[in-house]
């Protein structure tokens, strides 16, 4: 776990409605991409560990036979289902409310396990180490992120950038200079060297895949604000009272970088590492 930090389910309390909107996309041709790499044939088994609304597992369903999204937070458990139900597809996927570390949890086994953005919210070695046991020999686990050096400007674009920074310093004005997450605080964010944990669980690999972005985008008041609630750093939950005056203020700050309400964001990158459990016999 992260030191002097401890999970709370409040950690994105009040989230679910606000991520899909809110969130930027991962680039598009990115579940072909896995199906390329993995040879998937839409006969197996998808874990999405910290599923949040089924963002990933959607995408991906349609190259798996079955696809069992898990999380802790029961309004994105239930956004999940209501998306796969609108697409569709509610009879091959399924929606567990629970901790990657309370996993197996009697779920079977997997082809794939995919943590979008999620893992560094858990007990990593431990988790990992579960992986191990619920994927086949050659299985793979798939970490997607956004890619972290990719920094788009929008020079170019129809509308103001997204302002940022100003939002940034109004949510530590509201919430306090450290970042806040659940009941505690992260004043060193949350960790990275994902590699070295997977390598010490016996993973092999990764091969990495970068997936460019996609077209830019075009983003109003309430796309921006609702990414501000995406946020466990600033979950709706954590203004308490103060909740309408941190809106009117983050709405001004918006109208003052763009009178029309419009702003242009050019999303990431998508970066994919592939890990595989060991074949039978090594």
């Known amino acids: 776990m992260i030191d002097g930090w401890e999970w709370d389910e ?9 991520y899909r909107r809110g969130r930027l996309p991962y680039a598009p041709g990115l579940a072909e991409v896995l199906a390329q790499t993995l040879g998937l044939d839409a006969r197996g088994r ?9 963002i990933l597992a959607l995408a991906f369903a349609h190259v798996f036979r079955e696809v069992v999204g898990v999380d802790p937070d029961g309004g994105m458990i239930a956004e999940a289902g209501r998306r796969a139900a609108e697409a569709g597809v509610g009879g091959k996927t399924r929606w567990v409310r629970a901790r990657a570390e309370d996993l197996p949890a009697g779920l079977g086994g997997f082809d794939v396990a995919v943590f979008g953005q999620s893992f560094h919210w858990m007990d990593r070695d431990l988790v990992a180490a579960t992986m191990m046991t619920m994927l086949p020999p050659g299985g793979a686990l798939v970490h997607i992120s956004d890619l972290k050096s990719d920094t788009p400007g929008v020079a170019g674009l129809p509308h103001p950038a997204v302002p940022y920074a100003a939002m940034d310093a ?13 009941r505690g605080v992260l004043p060193h964010g949350t960790p990275g060297g994902e590699a070295e944990v997977f390598r010490r669980a016996g993973f092999l690999g990764p091969e990495r895949h ?10 109003g008041e309430d796309d921006v604000i609702a990414w501000v609630y995406s946020m466990s750093s600033s979950a709706p939950h954590l203004f308490g009272t103060r909740r309408a005056a941190f ?7 918006l ?11 050019r999303p990431p990158s998508t970066e994919v590492f592939v890990w595989r459990r060991p074949p039978t016999g090594l």
């Open 10 to 18: 409040t950690l994105f309390s009040g989230s679910a409605p606000y």
């Open 210 to 219: 970068v997936v460019p972005a996609g077209r830019a985008l075009e983003r």
């Open 247 to 253: 809106e009117n203020d983050l709405r001004r700050i």
């Open 255 to 265: 109208r003052d970088a763009s009178a029309a309400g419009r702003f242009s964001e």
């Open 46 to 54: 998808l874990i999405d560990v910290g599923c949040g609304p089924g």
């Open 170 to 182: 109004l949510i530590k004005e509201y919430l306090g200079p450290v970042r806040r997450a659940g």
